[in-house]
């Protein structure tokens, strides 16, 4: 028998990594086994991970020696950041960076980084649609994955570029689920008109990573990118209801108030929003559901999405 391919999982205890991790061990003859990836071999969440059945090893991404153990003998790595962990671009980078290293010191054949666009490149800094932050940044999450993916490909590691998509386990999480107004109605509040918004259940980013490492080399120097559907807010909020049994509205309020609501990082993702609005035929272009569906049959809809998590949305 074949020795199976190691891949490495960074961010395992959490959203992609743990999709990742997740689809490799529902498929045990599918020729890959998972090296989760933790900061504390000892929490809950990695001893899970371990009593399902994956190798679990210590590693910091900003410990680039503890990266390079970790890739050791490994085929493969998934390749994430943690942007909300610090709201720092340029720790982002660094990241990237060392991942990118470590990645091609241990010789991996096979690299997946979870990256974004980097907006600037249509939205120049001295575009006044939406202002300039951290000094050099239209939209600070997405701008610093864009700016590494060079850093994977100047090294010369086989890389393959996923480009992810709104989680819509953000409602459940990120505070984003439906509130009521002043007049008791629920609502969810999106700053993007009437133009698609890309989302995904976070679970089926990993879901595609697996199926782009079982396609073998085809994706590396390819970016994929993926979505479960293209929904406008009004679609979202109508989903919504239905599965909720209640009504819910759609808040369509202006970036810059998006921008003013006073939370850490609500500029951020206001620009962003705007960003996905303003260059909706790229952003949706560029996230293909025929593409993810066929690296991951199992791709849920919003409505399939709905119906398993309608539970765990907190309505405020
Ligand atoms: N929310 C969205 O809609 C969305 C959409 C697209 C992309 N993203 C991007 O997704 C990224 C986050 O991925 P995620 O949602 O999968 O993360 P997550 O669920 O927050 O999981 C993060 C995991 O990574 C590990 N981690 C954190 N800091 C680490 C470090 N210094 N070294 C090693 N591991 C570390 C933690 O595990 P341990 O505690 O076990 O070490 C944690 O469980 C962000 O950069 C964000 O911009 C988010």
Redesign the pocket.
Known sequence: MNEKKVIAV??A?????GGLVRAILDDPDGGFTARA????VN?G??KALAAAGAEVVA????DIESLKRAFDGAYGAYC??????HFSPEKELAEARAMAEAAKAAGLQHVIW?T?EDTRQWVPLSDTRMPTLMGKYKVP?FDAKGEANQVFSDLGVPTTYLL????WD?LIH?GMGPKKGPDGRLAITLPMGDKKLPGIA?EDIGRCAYGIFKKGGELIGKTVGIAGEHLTGAEMAAALGDALGAEVGYNDVPPEVFRGFGFPGAEDLGNMFQFKRDFNDAFCGARNLEVARSLNPSLQTFDTWLARNKDRIPLE
């Open positions: 960074l961010g205890t959490g959203a992609q990594g990836l933790t900061r504390d929490s969440a990695a590693a910091d991404v900003d994430v950041t943690f942007f909300w962990a979870s974004l999450h992810t998509s709104f989680y953000n990120f976070a």
